[in-house]
C-alpha cells in the first residue's frame, strides 16, 4: 500500500504488437507486455538493442510503426507524450538553473493551474519522500549529483503521473551515488507506488529494482520475467550472459539422461542440466552456462572438470575472482576462498545442477 496520497492511478498498461523502424531498419519487433499498476519494469540490453525505442514510443516522444498502447482500455499511441501525463526521468536531467529546488518541482503544477496552497502541500510532501526538504531553497549549481537526481525524480512524481518513464537515470553519477540512488529510487517506487519502466544496459541494477525484466536483443524480446527466474532459468545464453553466466562453452552432448546430459571437449567434461527442453542431443554441440560462484576448486577425492592455470587472480570482498586457463586454450572464470596466485595449476569443479545446458545456435529446428 502506497503511504502517499497520490500513488499510482494506473491500473494496467498494455503495449501489442508495438514495433519502430527507422526506414527499413526494424529497431523494435513487435512487443507485447502487460503492466500492471504499481509495477517497477526493466528493460534491459546491451547498446542498440532497442530500449530507448521501447520507452519514447511509451513516451510518445516517438510514433509507433506497428501496434497500440492501451491504458485502463483507453488507446493512449495516437495521444501526443504531453497529454499522456507520464513522468520522464532521463539521463539529463535539465533542471532549471536559476529556480530553487522548490521552484523546479513546483514548475509542472504552476503550469497545470494547479493553486498556490495545494501546489505547497504537493511540493512539501515529493520534497519529504525524497530527502530534499532541507535544500528545498538551493539551487541546481549547489546540489550534488545525487541531490539533482532526486529533484528531477521529484519534479517527475509531484505531477502524480499514471506511469513513470526513466532512461539510464543513474549513468551520470559515480559508482558510490550509483549504487545509493538505486536504493532511493526502489524507495520513492514503493511508497508512492509508482508504476515505473526503467531503461538499464545494468544488469545488476535491474536485477535489484525491477519486479519484472524485459530482455532484448536486437529489437527482440529474448525473456521477460522476474529477476528470479531469469537469473534461475535464463531462456538463452545470451539471457544467461546477462544473468552473470560468464562462462559460456560450446561443448559436444556425449550422453543425454532424463535432463541431464555428459559433455566434453578437449580437456572439458561435465554434467549439466538441460534448459528449455530444446534439441540437445547425442553428437550435437551445446552451449553450457556456468556462474563464475559455481566453479570451484575441487575438494580431495572430488572429480574436477578441468585442469587450469590461474591467470588473473582478482580480489572482490570475501572472495577471489580468478580467471584461469585450461590447456587447451578455454578460459574458466571462477570463485575462490583465497590463496590462489597467477600460475597455480587448479583442479576445477562445478555441481551439475548449476551447470545449464542450451542447444548452440542452429543445431536444431528452434522454437
Ligand atoms: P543505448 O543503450 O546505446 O541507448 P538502446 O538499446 O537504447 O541503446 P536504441 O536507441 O533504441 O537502442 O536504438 C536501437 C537501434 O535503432 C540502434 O541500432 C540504433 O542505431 C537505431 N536507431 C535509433 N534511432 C535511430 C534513428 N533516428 N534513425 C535510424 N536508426 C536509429
Redesign the pocket.
Known amino acids: 500500500a502506497a503511504a502517499s496520497p497520490a500513488g499510482s492511478q494506473l491500473g494496467e498498461l498494455r503495449l501489442r504488437g508495438v514495433s519502430r523502424a527507422?526506414?527499413s531498419?526494424t529497431?523494435?519487433h513487435p512487443l507485447d507486455l502487460t503492466i500492471r499498476g504499481g509495477e517497477f519494469v526493466a528493460l534491459l540490453?546491451?547498446?542498440?538493442?532497442?530500449?530507448?525505442?521501447?520507452l519514447n514510443c511509451l513516451a510518445g516522444l516517438l510514433p509507433l510503426t506497428a501496434g497500440e498502447i492501451v491504458l485502463d482500455g483507453r488507446r493512449v499511441d495516437t495521444v501526443p507524450p504531453e497529454k499522456r501525463g507520464f513522468g520522464m526521468v532521463f539521463q539529463n536531467y535539465a533542471l532549471f538553473p536559476h529556480l530553487t529546488v522548490r521552484g523546479n518541482v513546483a514548475f509542472g503544477l504552476k503550469m497545470r493551474g494547479v493553486g498556490r496552497a495545494e501546489t505547497t502541500r504537493r511540493v512539501d510532501e515529493v520534497l519529504r519522500l525524497v530527502r530534499l526538504t532541507e535544500q528545498a531553497h538551493k539551487h541546481p549549481g549547489q546540489l550534488s549529483g545525487g541531490q539533482q537526481q532526486r529533484v528531477a525524480i521529484a519534479r517527475a512524481i509531484v505531477m502524480e503521473p499514471p506511469l513513470v518513464l526513466m532512461d539510464?537515470p543513474l549513468s551520470n553519477l559515480d559508482a558510490a551515488l550509483r549504487l545509493e540512488m538505486r536504493s532511493e529510487i526502489r524507495r520513492i517506487h514503493q511508497e508512492f507506488g509508482l508504476t515505473t519502466v526503467y531503461?538499464t544496459?545494468d544488469q545488476e541494477e535491474a536485477l535489484s529494482l525491477a519486479d519484472r525484466l524485459v530482455v532484448?536483443e536486437a529489437?527482440r524480446v529474448s525473456q521477460i520475467g522476474t529477476p528470479a527466474e531469469l537469473y534461475e532459468h535464463p531462456a538463452d545464453p545470451h539471457v544467461a550472459a546477462f544473468m552473470g553466466y560468464r562462462n559460456l562453452l560450446a561443448l559436444d552432448v556425449v550422453s543425454v539422461r532424463g535432463s541431464r546430459a555428459v559433455v566434453q571437449r578437449r580437456g572439458l567434461r561435465l554434467t549439466g542440466t538441460l534448459v528449455g527442453g530444446g534439441p540437445v542431443a547425442e553428437g550435437r554441440e551445446a552451449t553450457v552456462a556456468i556462474r563464475p560462484e559455481d566453479v570451484r576448486v575441487a575438494g580431495p577425492g572430488e572429480q574436477p572438470i578441468a585442469e587450469a592455470v590461474a591467470q588473473i587472480v582478482e580480489y572482490h570482498g570475501r572472495a577471489l575472482h580468478v580467471e584461469a586457463v585450461t590447456g587447451d586454450g578455454d578460459r574458466i572464470h571462477l570463485r575462490a576462498d583465497g590463496g590462489i596466485r597467477p600460475g597455480d595449476a587448479l583442479a576445477v569443479t562445478v555441481d551439475a545442477d548449476r551447470a545449464l545446458l542450451f542447444p548452440s545456435p542452429g543445431t536444431g529446428p528452434g522454437p
Open positions: 527507422y526506414g531498419y529497431a523494435l540490453g546491451p547498446s542498440g538493442c532497442g530500449k530507448t525505442t521501447a539510464e531503461v544496459h532484448l529489437g
